[in-house]
């Protein structure tokens, strides 16, 4: 009877420590990649709790053979259009071709680039990003994967592990701005019980938490702060190569067309190449600060009207330039109207080359 209580014993003593062990090796997996989920959400939309739920459950945390062997955390098979590294690796069949990283978190970028180019996961960015079942349920039908129960097993890492919290905090960044770590007893929980006390992403309105006049107006020395600051006192981010113009626009409740229209683009642009500075609100007509500009190696009128914070429309009348054409450098760029002494020298025509998002 003795030996029967110490078996019992021992099994529910190495069953506890197991479990513990494998929090631990989630919350470890949390900690290191909760940036980089939260940084996905801001450049794509794809909200950080179900890229953190996909991860946790796709790669056993960072555990499984696939995960270490090829640093693919989410399960993504080659597909006909895959050109980078690849591993073989059993699956629904044996030897099933899936796609090899460089690293975690070029691993985390082709995910959500994945899920927001693929028509048929597109239903998925009309939803509240908070609503983490829609988006599990949505990912399911939309065939992400042949488990049935994958929809239950994601919503139960998230809950599990409170992930929601890391979608709000990529809302408040990239809605208001705050690029700043928020305590847990600040966030709710996002639990059945409490889900009408969540933000919608409609309601968010840029700057809406945090009042105009304390935001940080660009002194034009430094790099550029993170998130939501001011220039010519105009809002702005300055975004990364590859982020999403269609995702920002949605969580700043403003429209693509508007967004385009703010930063002198045109044609239907989504996903931008270089990093650059994007306008949440239209530019004024001049420089509420200095005169004019003084134009660097490398910069075209359409730099300087972001740099700036003016529209480009009024740079070029105010230099007497016609669209398409860039000033040399070293010339004096006017950022308000007036009586100019003279107008900058332009590039001729086979030098100019305007830069495209």
């Known amino acids: 009877?003795?030996?029967?209580?110490?078996?019992?014993?021992?099994?529910?003593?190495?069953?506890?420590?197991?479990?513990?062990?494998?929090?631990?090796?989630?919350?470890?997996?949390?900690?290191?990649?909760?940036?980089?989920?939260?940084?996905?959400?801001?450049?794509?939309?794809?909200?950080?709790?179900?890229?953190?739920?996909?991860?946790?459950?796709?790669?056993?945390?960072?555990?499984?053979d696939l995960a270490i062997a090829s640093n693919n955390h989410f399960g993504i098979k080659c597909k006909e259009n895959w050109t980078g590294g690849k591993v073989y690796h059993d699956d629904d069949a044996r030897g099933e071709c899936f796609r090899q990283y460089n690293s975690v978190e070029e691993s985390f970028r082709d995910h959500s680039d994945f899920l927001k180019t693929r028509p048929h996961y597109a239903f998925l960015f009309d939803l509240d990003p908070t609503d983490y079942k829609a988006w599990a349920h949505g990912l399911k039908k939309a065939g992400y994967a042949t488990n049935p129960s994958y929809a239950y097993a994601l919503i139960k890492k998230i809950e599990e592990n409170d992930l929601g919290q890391y979608t709000l905090i990529a809302l408040q960044r990239g809605?208001?701005?705050?690029?700043?770590?928020?305590?847990?007893?600040?966030?709710?929980?996002?639990?059945?019980?409490?889900?009408?006390?969540?933000?919608?992403?409609?309601?968010?309105?840029?700057?809406?938490a945090v009042p105009e006049e304390i935001l940080e107006e660009y002194s034009g020395y430094d790099s550029y702060p993170a998130g939501l600051f001011t220039i010519n006192k105009t809002k702005v981010i300055f975004a990364s190569a590859g982020t999403s113009l269609f995702a920002l626009a949605a969580n700043n409740n403003i429209s693509l067309e508007k967004l385009l229209n703010f930063n002198d683009m045109e044609g239907n642009v989504d996903i931008i190449k270089n990093d650059q500075l994007v306008y949440l609100d239209r530019k004024p007509k001049k420089s509420d600060k200095q005169d004019f500009h003084i134009v660097a190696p490398g910069e075209t009128i359409e730099i300087i009207a972001q740099k700036e914070g003016v529209q480009l429309e009024s740079l070029l009348e105010y230099n007497k330039m016609q669209k398409g054409l860039q000033p040399a450098p070293g010339e004096k760029v006017y950022l308000k109207p007036g009586k100019q002494a003279y107008y900058p020298k332009l590039l001729p025509r086979t030098a100019t080359k305007t830069p495209q998002a």
């Not at 939260?38 to 991860?55: D, H, K, S």
């Not at 809605?175 to 309601?203: E, F, H, W």
């Open 1 to 64: 009877m003795k030996r029967l209580l110490l078996v019992a014993v021992s099994f529910f003593t190495i069953l506890f420590f197991a479990n513990a062990q494998s929090a631990d090796v989630i919350q470890q997996y949390i900690d290191q990649y909760k940036e980089i989920a939260i940084n996905e959400e801001i450049r794509t939309g794809v909200p950080a709790a179900i890229t953190l739920a996909q991860g946790i459950f796709e790669s056993m945390a960072g555990k499984s």
């Open 175 to 208: 809605g208001n701005g705050q690029d700043v770590a928020m305590n847990r007893a600040d966030l709710p929980v996002i639990m059945n019980a409490i889900k009408t006390s969540l933000p919608n992403v409609n309601q968010i309105q840029p700057g809406a």
